[in-house]
């Protein structure tokens, strides 16, 4: 059974940084593709980024410049580097994972296996 962790979450203020992190075990997360997800209180969960280990990252536009994910697979964990930080990007972000093979997918509902979140939240 996949399990994933995240962690790295906190109190930034805006125009700061924070690197979330993705522990994955159960599995080897080279064989998935990892997303980024974050919800917001009376919002549907949205994609941030997605990251396979044979290609490039993909990025939502309201972050694309400012957010970056890399993985480490010797330490089974991704990465999401978060830069200049705005008060809209406070939420809880989640990471998720599916088989590569199934290939990239920005729906939350196609992503089964699923962290417990960790919450940014950045101040004005």
């Known amino acids: 059974q996949v399990q994933l962790v995240e962690s790295g979450g906190g109190l930034v203020q805006a125009g700061g940084s924070l690197t979330l992190s993705c522990a994955l075990s159960?599995?080897?997360?080279?064989?998935?593709?990892v997303a980024w997800f974050r919800q917001s209180p009376g919002k549907e969960r949205e994609i941030v980024g997605s990251n396979w280990s044979g290609g490039s990252a993909d990025y939502a536009d309201s972050v694309k410049g400012r957010f970056t994910i890399s993985r480490d697979n010797a330490k089974n964990t991704v990465y999401l580097q978060m830069n200049n930080l705005k008060p809209e990007d406070t939420a809880v972000y989640y990471c998720g994972a599916r088989v590569v093979w199934r290939g990239l997918s920005t729906r939350a509902s196609d992503y089964s296996n699923w962290g417990q979140g960790t919450q940014v939240t950045v101040s004005t």
């Open positions: 159960g599995g080897t997360v080279s064989d998935f593709v």
